[in-house]
């Protein structure tokens, strides 16, 4: 097919082709890739649970008591016994009334936003959410507003546009707002978006992937840190960050779950989560509750990274957290500046558009609970030496 043929080459002339690299052991501080050991500086596992051995040993408890498959879909015969206590768990663990695991965050996305809202509903979407965010809402075929990133001026003004709501009947508004975005690093005004969406009559949606297990007392996220749980509709977040595992969750009303169940193409037609899966994500749980030092050393180790490339010089985006950007604007200059920070034994991947507005790529630097102060040390003299050497700034 001559088309595929020429839309690669258009991809590799604009320095977007992506290909894949094999990884050889563990997802830890440090990583091997293509059989070179590297710092690894780029991994959403920020407390290090993938490899803990409590998360190993409850894996293969669950291998050797229930076998490595669930069989069917949930509704079918693959409802593992490990989905009731996992969801009761979460919910608690998020203080809401119900919770519904799915296999992975982006479906957990696709199946409550599809099941929520459809054709003649309207749907307001921060222009930086997650790719997942937007695809279900073109799935859902409701209307989409995107507002400018963080922008509560903007987003009042689409409000004021259109008519109230309520989930009964009528049009439904949503608003959806990553709480920690994951390009940036930043942090949406939840408590801004929360007023608005009250004054206007509109439900609102919270992605929690990057800020579950981190932020807040519990852990439990950022809708908790600012004391808003109770006033946002629909919690989501993942399993497979902070928790070092695979899936998703929505927690909310015990109605809302039960809607969901029922109309939730992403959980109706596909097969069950795996039993080891369902068994170290609770295993994670008990962690991350339980073992809260993890968390404060993981920010800890942000602010010292974030700090020491700042005073640098390098254009950090608005990054408030484990997520840390380095700009540096055309696709192949960070494409360059991995490579050669690679060479020198450290993995930070290059983040290039579609994933980022154009003009904006940039290196997404992540830091980790298990990283040492001296693998922190080491890094920012071989980002800044090979900064120069590339002369890019900072």
């Known amino acids: ?167 009964d009947h009528g049009q439904r508004k949503l608003i959806i707002t990553d709480s920690l975005f994951s390009m940036d690093g930043d942090i949406a005004p939840l ?25 807040g007392e519990t852990g439990s996220g950022l809708s908790e840190h600012f004391g808003l749980g109770h006033e946002i509709d629909m919690h989501m977040g993942t399993l497979s960050k902070a928790f070092g595992c695979v899936g998703g969750y929505v927690a909310g009303k015990k109605e809302l779950i039960e809607l969901l169940i029922n109309k939730s193409r992403a959980l109706i037609y596909t097969t069950a989560m795996t039993p080891p899966s369902l068994a170290s994500a609770l295993a994670a749980l008990d962690i991350i509750q339980k073992e809260r030092w993890m968390a404060k050393v993981l920010l800890e180790n942000a602010a010292f990274l974030r700090r020491g490339l700042i005073d640098m010089g390098f254009k950090l985006a608005s990054s408030e957290s484990q997520i840390i950007p380095i700009l540096t604007g055309p696709s192949d200059m960070a494409v360059a500046f991995s490579r050669a920070l690679f060479d020198e034994g450290i993995f930070i991947q290059a983040i290039r558009p579609p994933t980022v507005p154009e003009g904006s790529a940039r290196l997404r630097l992540t830091v980790m609970a298990t990283h040492k102060k001296q693998d922190l040390e080491m890094a920012l003299e071989i980002i800044a030496a090979t900064a120069r050497r590339l002369g890019i700034a900072g």
């Open 191 to 215: 408590s801004d978006i929360v007023d608005l969406a009250r004054q206007y009559g509109a439900m609102v949606m919270v992605d929690e992937a990057h800020a579950t297990g981190i932020f």
């Open 1 to 167: 097919m001559e088309f595929i043929e020429k839309e690669l080459e258009a991809i590799k002339k604009e320095g977007l082709y992506r290909s894949l690299r094999p990884v050889d052991g563990h997802q830890g501080a440090h990583i091997t890739i293509d059989g070179k050991e590297c710092l690894n500086l780029c991994s959403n596992n920020y407390l290090g649970l993938a490899s803990h051995p409590k998360l190993k040993q409850a894996a293969v408890e669950a291998i050797q008591k229930y076998g490595v498959g669930a069989g069917a879909s949930r509704l079918v015969c693959g409802n593992l016994k490990f989905y009731g206590e996992l969801e009761n768990r979460l919910a608690k663990f998020k203080k809401q009334e119900a919770c519904l695991v799915f296999n992975s965050g982006y479906m957990a996305n696709l199946g409550a936003i599809t099941a929520l809202v459809g054709r003649g509903d309207i749907v307001f979407s921060d222009k930086l959410n997650h790719a997942s965010i937007v695809d279900a809402i073109l799935l859902s075929r409701a209307e989409l507003k995107r507002y400018p990133h963080k922008d509560m001026s903007a987003l009042e003004g689409m409000l004021k546009d259109h008519r109230p709501c309520t989930i």
